[in-house]
């Protein structure tokens, strides 16, 4: 978790700064410009700073505020959403929203959102749009926007498509290019070169959430959420059958907890929680069995319809998908079982009374398989080429590892008799 915690904290430029609650009346110079970097679904977190971020740099008079947006969609209430835009709408100082950089998108609700700035610009290749059902009031939109909004219900379109539609005056390629053109923003021509060059006078201030926040707001992202949620509910499983409270058990609480966080921001459907839920329990029980069973079949299917329908309008890429189905099943029907039965000691302390023992074969077995042993499941190999069928009795001859070596009650191979009769020294070696 410091790993990722740290690797997270890399994806955010140097640049930017934490959060500037308490700026001073004179902290800005009012030339200055603020860029908030926005990405990522528009949750309470990104919401409530960003109100405190206008009134801060309304106070200390702020040249005008810019949105860099990449955001596909917000997940906060709808009357939030609209209080949101009333801010931004009725601000005191100019609000502007670039779409950016390139391959940046803003689309759903946030798209609504931002047409209640003084000036949008997309990026080249980024997108704009898919917009759905109004939800803030039309009042706080530009009349460009309404006037397209119809057309942006179910569509997204690019930077050509943008001003061609009269929602942006201008190309902006880059966040320079467009603060260049902002109004209020200085500048001045450079005609030291060989061409005369536009350089900016103004100065730009770059704002990012602050640490824990950025945190928080990473963790609540779909691929984040799920996957926290399956690791935490995966090491808790495998700390119930330890002794006592181990690194898995503290990891597995805190990724769990986060976890159950980002199910509660998101929207998710409950029914497919409650199958990752059954998914978990169900694995639980074969690990207990220390075999592959029944309930490993209905964990699976649950795991896997829960994660393609476990969030409601929002999508989890197919590699997140792969990595939390088939490492999570891998873990539990094959990995889990090992270790636990590793950890609990050596392969064979506690279990030589089974050597001699008499059992039945819970499948047809070739090489490797299940057999029964006073009614407990035991993982068991079988020597050279004696098939052995469901049902036939077996007999055990030693325990080599995590597996029991059994041979047919009637007809071994002979180095099974062989190893039986090293077992009870008094029984007269068969003939070969």
């Not at 930017?16 to 528009?42: C, E, T």
């Not at 917009?131 to 179910?154: C, H, M, P």
């Not at 089974?354 to 074969?361: C, D, I, K, L, T």
Request: net charge negative.
């Amino acid at each position: 978790m410091a790993v990722l915690i740290g690797l997270l904290s890399l994806t955010n430029p140097a640049r930017a700064h934490s959060a500037p609650i308490g700026l001073a009346q004179d902290s800005l110079d009012p030339s200055v410009f603020d860029v908030f970097q926005m990405s990522g679904l528009l949750d309470d977190i990104v919401a409530d700073y960003l109100e405190r971020l206008i009134d801060e740099t309304e106070r200390a008079g702020s040249a005008g505020l810019v949105l860099q947006v990449n955001s596909t969609d917000a997940v906060i209430s709808d009357e939030r959403l609209d209080a949101l835009a009333r801010r931004i709408h009725d601000a005191e100082l100019p609000i502007y929203a670039w779409v950016g950089p390139s391959g940046a998108a803003a689309h759903g609700k946030v798209a609504q959102l931002l047409a209640a700035t003084d000036e949008l610009a997309v990026s080249v290749g980024s997108s704009y749009g898919n917009i759905g059902e109004l939800v803030i009031d039309e009042k706080l939109l530009s009349e460009q926007f309404l006037a397209v909004a119809e057309t942006l219900r179910d569509r997204t379109v690019d930077e050509n498509s943008v001003r061609e539609f009269d929602l942006a005056d201008r190309d902006s390629p880059t966040i320079a290019f467009f603060v260049l053109d902002l109004p209020g923003f200085e500048s001045e021509v450079d005609t030291s070169g060989d061409e005369a060059v536009r350089v900016p006078v103004s100065s730009i201030r770059f704002w990012k959430l602050p640490l824990f926040d950025g945190w928080m707001h990473t963790f609540a992202s779909p691929p984040m959420t799920y996957l926290l949620f399956l690791i935490g509910a995966g090491l808790l499983i495998f700390e119930l059958y330890t002794a006592g409270v181990g690194i898995a058990g503290v990891l597995g609480a805190g990724c769990f907890i986060l976890g159950c966080y980002g199910l509660d921001v998101l929207p998710t459907r409950p029914w497919a929680v409650a199958l990752l839920v059954i998914a978990m329990l169900g694995y639980a029980v074969d690990v207990q069995t220390g075999v592959s069973q029944a309930w490993s079949v209905i964990a699976t299917i649950c795991l896997i319809i829960g994660s393609l329908f476990l969030f409601d309008g929002l999508g989890i890429s197919i590699i997140t998908l792969l990595a939390g189905i088939v490492g999570m099943s891998l873990s539990m029907i094959s990995g889990m079982p090992a270790m636990i039965r590793t950890r609990f000691g050596t392969p064979t302390i506690g279990r030589e009374w089974m050597v001699g023992s008499m059992g039945e074969a819970a499948e047809d077995i070739k090489k490797e398989g299940v057999v029964l042993v006073d009614g407990a499941p035991w993982r068991a190999r079988v020597n050279r080429t004696t098939p052995i069928a469901a049902g036939d009795p077996v007999r055990v001859v030693a325990i080599e590892g995590l597996y029991l070596e059994i041979e047919p009650e009637e007809g071994g191979a002979r180095d099974y008799r062989e190893h039986r009769n090293r077992i009870d020294e008094n029984e007269p070696a068969p003939e070969s």
